[in-house]
């Protein structure tokens, strides 16, 4: 079946620009993670959505930072006044349920370039 | 809070060679442990996780990973590697309580040699 896709694939922006990532998790997936990868470092979690929970912010880095799930499928992240340090790839994650152990299945990722 | 180190950041073998990649981490309560990959061009995929029982655990494409409890590792290994193997690997890890997103190291790139 399908996987997570993610779109855009690349985006290159100025810096102070906002930017709209998105994702479409796997149908039926009730959990949704939001990750980033800066170059040679791991991914760094930003937010996890579960179903009509309150979405866990903790990982989002700034209050520029922002995402939200629509109807408990497709998610949006978004970067206002965007700055150079943002420039990573961004990757979206989905699983099937609650259960600590499932596992993540991951999109292709957004690469995010700020100029 | 969680951690995870990988040591070894660059690996290069020749086809044939035995792997062994470290992970170490550091919480404080049940954990479950993951072991990702990333092919060149690709997403990132499960290889292999640790949650109970048998602390051997085998995952897809000949890989294995041993959880030792009282060194905190979760060391990847696979006897013989291919070419095919060359990517990147990533250890993660999560509790059964508090956050559950994945926390990761900063990745092994492993490079194999024909």
């Known amino acids: 079946g399908a996987g997570v896709s993610q779109s855009p694939s690349n985006k290159v922006t100025e810096k102070g620009k906002d930017v709209e990532l998105r994702c479409d998790p796997i149908?039926?997936?009730?959990?949704l993670y939001w990750y980033r990868q800066s170059l040679g470092q791991g991914l760094e979690f930003l937010i996890y959505?579960?179903?009509?929970?309150?979405?866990?912010k903790s990982g989002l880095p700034s209050d520029r930072f922002s995402a939200e799930r629509t109807g408990g499928s497709v998610s949006t992240l978004t970067i206002q006044r965007t700055q150079q340090e943002d420039s990573a790839v961004y990757l979206c994650?989905?699983?099937?349920?609650?259960?600590?152990?499932?596992?993540?299945?991951f999109g292709p990722g957004t690469r995010l370039t700020v100029l | 809070a969680q951690s995870v180190s990988q040591h070894n950041h660059h690996v290069i073998l020749s086809e044939a060679a035995s792997l062994e990649l470290g992970c170490n981490y550091s919480?404080?309560?049940?954990?479950?442990l993951f072991w990702y990959v990333q092919y060149p061009g690709q997403h990132l995929q499960l290889l292999l996780k640790?949650?109970?029982?048998?602390?051997l655990v085998k995952g897809i494409k000949g890989f294995e990973a041993e959880f030792i409890k009282s060194k905190f590792s979760f060391n990847l290994r696979k006897p013989s590697v291919q070419w095919s193997d060359t990517a990147e690997y990533f250890c993660?890890?999560?509790?059964?309580?508090?956050?559950?997103?994945?926390?990761f190291g900063s990745g092994t790139r492993l490079q194999v040699q024909p």
């Open positions: 959505f579960q179903g009509n929970s309150a979405p866990d």
């Open positions: 994650a989905s699983s099937p349920g609650i259960a600590f152990r499932d596992e993540q299945f």
């Open positions: 993660a890890v999560n509790g059964d309580t508090g956050r559950r997103a994945l926390t």
């Open positions: 149908s039926g997936h009730t959990a």
């Open positions: 919480y404080g309560g049940t954990v479950n």
């Open positions: 640790y949650f109970s029982g048998d602390p």
